[in-house]
């Protein structure tokens, strides 16, 4: 039930959210010569960096069952990542980027690290047109199941919303927490399968690299992109991701919630 109350108060929020998204988006690049082109430098240098250590320096190879160059394995598993890190890292600290809104009683607190998320998803999708153009370089013919990044970038936003709930409302009360998420986010994309192949170590240990929820995005990306598979052909993992992230959005609601009460007292 407070899932689907706060569901409710996000859409009935939902153009001051955007507007605000908005405000915040462009706030980031202000004053800056460059503005926005920032944002996609790094991003883009990581993934030269990779594809020159990786598919020219150690010759690696996507698995044997994709028939692709290893840039256009790689580029599907790591655009989800700049969001879900991106947006985790900032919204974990988006409270206090917000405290004039937080002291204010009559504004609904709980929105705000749904702003920061929408303002991540904003470069996300430039970032999934970008992906697309490196698929269409390479010669590849636009398939239906591209759109079902749409239902990918869906759930990354579901996992990313949960995930800074619970971050955000600690923060306030535990400033550290925020260099402890930024150490979690780096370690986290290395035992995520965004770089190597999972088979390489074995069906017994798939299962637990599968407790990782971002590995059903990682590889949902992919299979919309290069291997044709729909999310209801993998069930299963479909049905353990909304579990583990309904489970995660509902401690961060609950949690934030809690200590929503105190914030203002603190900031």
């Known amino acids: 039930m407070k899932l689907l109350v706060s569901a409710k108060d996000a ?28 944002m996609f430098v790094q991003p883009i240098v990581t993934i030269f960096i990779y594809y020159c250590v990786f598919q020219l320096g150690f010759k690696a190879n996507p698995p044997s069952a994709i028939d692709a160059p290893y840039v256009l394995w790689l580029v599907p598993g790591i655009v989800p990542w700049f969001y879900y890190s991106e947006a985790v890292q900032m919204g974990t600290n988006c409270l206090f980027d917000y405290n004039y809104l937080v002291k204010k009683v009559v504004f609904k607190v709980s929105i705000i690290p749904i702003i920061k998320n929408i303002s991540c998803a904003f470069v996300h999708l430039i970032f999934v047109f970008i992906m697309i153009g490196f698929f269409l370089i390479y010669g590849y013919a636009p398939e239906l199941s591209w759109i079902q990044i749409l239902y990918y970038s869906g759930c990354t936003f579901v996992l990313i919303t949960g995930t800074i709930l619970i971050t955000s409302s600690v923060t306030v009360f535990f400033k550290d927490m925020s260099q402890i998420v930024s150490i979690l986010v780096q370690f986290g994309m290395w035992i995520t399968p965004i770089m190597w192949d999972y088979n390489m170590f074995g069906e017994k240990i798939v299962p637990f690299l599968k407790i990782n929820p971002f590995f059903y995005i990682s590889e949902g990306y992919r299979d919309s992109m290069l ?23 509902a401690i961060g609601t609950k949690l934030f919630k809690k200590l929503r009460p105190h914030f203002a007292d603190v900031l």
């Open 11 to 38: 859409i009935s929020k939902r153009k001051i959210m955007i507007e605000l998204a908005k405000t915040d988006f462009k706030k980031r690049f202000a004053g800056s010569y460059f503005g926005i082109v920032w």
């Open 227 to 249: 291997n044709g598979v729909w999310f209801w052909e993998r069930p299963l993992d479909t049905l353990y991701f909304w579990i583990i992230t309904l489970i995660i959005f």
